[in-house]
């Protein structure tokens, strides 16, 4: 079975500076990966994905993630944060020609002014 | 705007009444979800629709029934509501390969 683990519950930083989200995901099958960001009352909205291809994948935002496969890690980065991308960030994973996304129990980042 | 529309935005409810939530895509997605979000564990599947006609369980089912009414329309019923069903419960339509669009969620309180 898939899971997804965020290590980090909270995540403060300062405007400006670099922000990494850590995702770790465990499959022992081909996954596609997603990070999703949840906004104050808000719905979630699909920030990036990992389908295939490179393993760079740029988003929305300002925001990448790199999908690494040996350390099954898919991490979320922005060079320099915004005091707008004070959120709640998940990643999500699915079983390629599955029906269901598996969610990890989110990142809440707050961005100091 | 296309996206995912569902009612209500707030409910209380007493333990042991019904309620049904609505949801509605415009985008002519086959596929449809429900999910909770609790404090601390993220968003959990309840149930989901593959395809007009056609539902599946998901993680936590328990307590819930659905109906896909058409392609548009997948709805959450909960039949004599639980004070553990408090919580956020959010419809997405949309494919796994292209990502969810979410709604803007139901707050749902149990007293």
């Known amino acids: 079975a898939q899971s997804v683990t965020q290590l980090d519950s909270q995540v403060p930083v300062f405007e400006e500076a670099p922000v990494e989200l850590r995702c770790n995901y465990s499959?022992?099958?081909?996954?596609?990966l997603f990070w999703y960001v949840q906004y104050p009352n808000q719905g979630l909205q699909l920030l990036l994905k990992?389908?295939?291809?490179?393993?760079l994948v740029k988003g929305i935002n300002g925001f990448e993630a790199e999908f690494n496969k040996s350390q099954t890690s898919f991490h979320l980065r922005k060079p320099s944060v915004h005091i707008s991308d004070t959120a709640e960030y998940f990643c999500?994973?699915?079983?390629?020609?599955?029906?269901?996304?598996?969610f990890g129990t989110g990142t809440r980042l707050t961005v100091i002014p | 705007n296309a996206g995912v529309t569902q009612t209500p935005k707030f409910q209380v409810l007493k333990t042991g009444q019904s309620m049904t939530l609505q949801c509605a895509q415009d985008?002519?997605?086959?596929?449809m979800y429900w999910y909770r979000q609790d404090p601390g564990m993220g968003l959990r599947l309840i149930y989901y629709?593959?395809?007009?006609?056609?539902?599946d369980k998901g993680e936590v089912p328990n307590g819930y029934n659905v109906s896909r009414l058409n392609k548009r329309e997948f709805s959450l019923r909960l039949e004599s509501a639980a004070p553990s069903q408090t919580s956020v419960y959010f419809c997405?339509?949309?494919?796994?390969?292209?990502?969810?669009?979410f709604g803007s969620g139901t707050r749902l309180t149990v007293v």
């Open positions: 997405a339509s949309g494919h796994n390969n292209y990502g969810y669009t």
């Open positions: 499959s022992s099958v081909s996954v596609y």
């Open positions: 990992y389908l295939s291809g490179s393993t």
């Open positions: 999500a994973v699915s079983l390629t020609g599955a029906n269901n996304l598996f």
């Open positions: 985008m002519n997605h086959n596929s």
């Open positions: 629709s593959a395809s007009e006609g056609t539902t």
